[in-house]
């Protein structure tokens, strides 16, 4: 998820994402004032979370930086649907937050 602008003049999508804070693909995300499609409410409940996750994943697929994106989330733990990928999905593929929100488990993620 992207809230940051910063200088895109050397950022090609290919861009190594070297120690920066924020990393530099960052700046390339198209998610930026969407925040509420990438995190979950308080109390949402499961359809809602479909829907969601859905028109967030469409976001996603149009972006040039999705592989970087969906890497960082699973490196970092995050919360949330990055690159595409929910935090239910993430957990499935090995990478799950230490607290999953809504106490989902990696048999609902499939
Ligand atoms: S892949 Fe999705 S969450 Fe990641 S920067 Fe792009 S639009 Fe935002």
Redesign the pocket.
């Known amino acids: 998820?992207?809230v940051t602008t910063h200088d895109r003049s050397d950022i090609t999508p290919d861009s190594p994402d070297v120690s920066s804070d924020p990393p530099r693909w960052?700046a390339?995300?198209?998610?930026a004032g969407h925040t509420e499609l990438?995190f979950a409410p308080h109390a949402e409940r499961p359809p809602s979370r479909l829907r969601r996750e859905a028109a967030?994943r469409q976001?996603?697929m149009r972006?040039p930086?999705?592989i970087q994106?969906?890497d960082h989330a699973r490196a970092h733990l995050e919360y949330g649907?990055?690159?595409?990928e929910s935090e239910a999905e993430r957990a499935a593929a090995g990478y799950a937050v230490p607290a999953p929100i809504g106490g989902r488990t990696v048999a609902e993620a499939v």
């Open positions: 998820m992207i960052m390339q995300g198209i998610c990438f967030a976001v996603c972006c930086v999705r994106c969906r649907l990055w690159g595409g």
